[in-house]
């Protein structure tokens, strides 16, 4: 009989793969069930990103392993793109390091920094890698709760300081998941004063930089005076450009912290497929209409679901950024009993938000990984369940 490691305890996917078997069940009796409880994009990318990917595949010279960082023009790629995008200047040799999909840095940059005592800031919802990864370094974690009234943004003022004194670590992720929040630059501007007074690394993740809406842009952490002596920023190509299967990403910013993860990840991997990282290439220095179309999609879908629901009497705030919907539970439920009875009584799959931290059990998290018609169908049956309370 094996007997787990002791750092295993704290990792946990249980209210997730609880939820996926009901799911696996509804199907399985045949029921059409609309999944809208995976954050797996259900678009394609952009046929030049496809190009790029099975030209280099074609080459025989593509197969070799190609060390961690990345290869130079995909660096070059990654540092022009943000200028662009974000009017932040990157060196690619020193503030740029690859990525197998932003988990990959998420999960690994605490093994860098944090010994075992060490507290970490975590968001309260957040994503589960987020406290993750710290606690396979053996940190202990100090929960941010995010509050509706505070647009779920983290109260800084709450944090004592005796917990200031011995943080290493804060996460960040806006425009969030689960919450669907975005912070604004006055926030960052915050943070970065609180992290240079006690030494900590800013870990803001950025994966749904790109999914936003009504015409919103978000600021990059790194564009705050100071920013890159304490934070560094996480980056997907998997929501942006619809890459999730090809474990493409990147970190960039402080250039201390870069170079440790950089130590690290080259003892335990040898960086990504040659060509991934061209059509990486393709994705960010091609046209970049792609992701106005992309985020069109989201946002339609956005605003059929919400005002659908709206439509019934379901109070749902229509977010400004990233792929999901955050909607209060309208019944006097747990998250996860509500979550059940919208399955077993619509066939509507969405994941309870108590799966993301305790202060998300008022709230459900729906994709908007279905098409529109899609949406409406499940608009139609919450209708007819809703209305036959
Ligand atoms: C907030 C957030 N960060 C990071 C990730 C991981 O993305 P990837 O590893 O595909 O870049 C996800 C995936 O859903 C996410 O929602």
Redesign the pocket.
């Known amino acids: 009989m094996l007997q787990e490691a002791s750092r295993m305890c704290g990792l946990s996917s249980a209210i997730f793969s609880e939820v996926d078997d009901m799911r696996k069940a509804e199907v399985a009796k045949g029921h059409d069930v609309i999944t809208l409880s995976i954050?797996s994009p259900d678009m394609a990318p952009a046929p030049h990103i496809v190009k790029a990917l099975m030209d280099a595949c074609a080459l025989s010279t593509s197969y070799g392993y190609t060390l961690s960082k990345g290869i130079s023009p995909f660096l070059q790629a990654i540092a022009d793109w943000y200028k662009m995008k974000f009017n932040v200047d990157l060196d690619p040799e020193t503030e740029i390091h690859t990525?197998m999909?932003?988990?990959?840095g998420?999960a690994h940059i605490g093994l860098c920094l944090l010994n075992p005592g060490d507290v970490v800031l975590v968001p309260d919802p957040g994503?589960p890698?987020f406290s993750a990864g710290p606690l396979i370094a053996g940190a202990q974690m100090h929960y941010m709760p995010l509050r509706e009234e505070n647009g779920y943004l983290p109260d800084l003022d709450e944090i004592e300081e005796s917990v200031l004194k011995k943080t290493k670590m804060m996460i960040l992720?806006y425009p969030?998941?689960p919450v669907a929040a975005i912070a604004p630059r006055e926030f960052f501007v915050k943070v970065v004063a609180l992290a240079q007074k006690y030494n900590f690394l800013v870990c803001q993740?950025f994966?749904?930089s790109e999914l936003v809406y009504d015409g919103y842009r978000p600021d990059s952490f790194l564009s705050i005076p100071g920013a890159k002596d304490v934070g560094v920023e996480?980056h997907?190509?998997?929501?942006t450009f619809n890459m999730?299967g090809c474990?493409v990403?990147f970190l960039v910013g402080n250039s201390q912290a870069i170079s440790l993860l950089g130590r690290l990840k080259s003892n335990f991997d040898y960086g990504i497929f040659y060509p991934i990282q061209m059509a990486g290439i393709a994705a960010l220095t091609g046209p970049q209409d792609c992701i106005v179309q992309t985020t069109a999609t989201y946002q339609r879908r956005r605003d059929v679901l919400v005002d659908g629901f709206n439509a019934l009497g379901w109070a749902v705030p229509k977010p400004q950024g990233s792929m999901f919907v955050w909607a209060p539970v309208p019944t006097q439920q747990t998250s996860m009993e509500f979550t059940k009875d919208l399955l077993y009584n619509t066939a509507v799959s969405v994941v309870p938000g108590r799966a993301f931290g305790q202060f998300g059990d008022h709230h459900v998290r729906i994709a908007l990984v279905q098409p529109e018609n899609r949406l409406e169908e499940v608009v139609s049956r919450v209708a007819k369940w809703l209305g036959s309370k």
């Open positions: 954050g990525l999909g932003s988990q990959d998420l994503y890698i992720n969030n998941n993740d994966a749904y996480f997907s190509l998997s929501k999730a474990r990403g």
